[in-house]
């Protein structure tokens, strides 16, 4: 019933990630593997995919609208639909 309770043994845990320790074991598996001491690293073809768009303004608003139709296109393309509306109504391209 007296008995004090042993205090707990510390255990660190870390929450937050260490980058440096992180890029340091990078560099050293880097130069591991051009000794051959690793096994190359796979080829991940999702790797590079968007970077390019992610670090140019122009792309990346390209990448935000998407294709639209312009104005002069559009126009050309209803007219030259009317024209064929006319020749499958008449027969004749006279007007």
């Known amino acids: 019933m007296f008995e004090t309770r042993q ?5 660190r845990v ?5 980058e440096r320790k992180d890029k340091l074991q990078k560099m050293v598996d ?3 593997r051009e000794k051959g ?3 190359p690293e796979p080829y991940d073809p999702t790797k590079f995919k968007g970077t390019f768009s992610e670090y ?7 990448q935000q609208k998407g294709t639209r139709l312009s104005w002069p ?9 009317i024209i064929i509306w006319h020749y ?3 027969g004749t ?3």
């Open 73 to 81: 296109i559009a126009i050309v393309i209803v007219i030259v639909l």
């Open 7 to 11: 205090p707990r043994k510390f255990r």
């Open 14 to 18: 870390s929450i937050f990630t260490d």
């Open 56 to 62: 140019t303004p122009r792309a990346k608003r390209h």
């Open 30 to 32: 880097d130069v591991k």
């Open 37 to 39: 001491e690793l096994p």
């Open 88 to 90: 499958l109504l008449t």
């Open 93 to 95: 391209f006279r007007f």
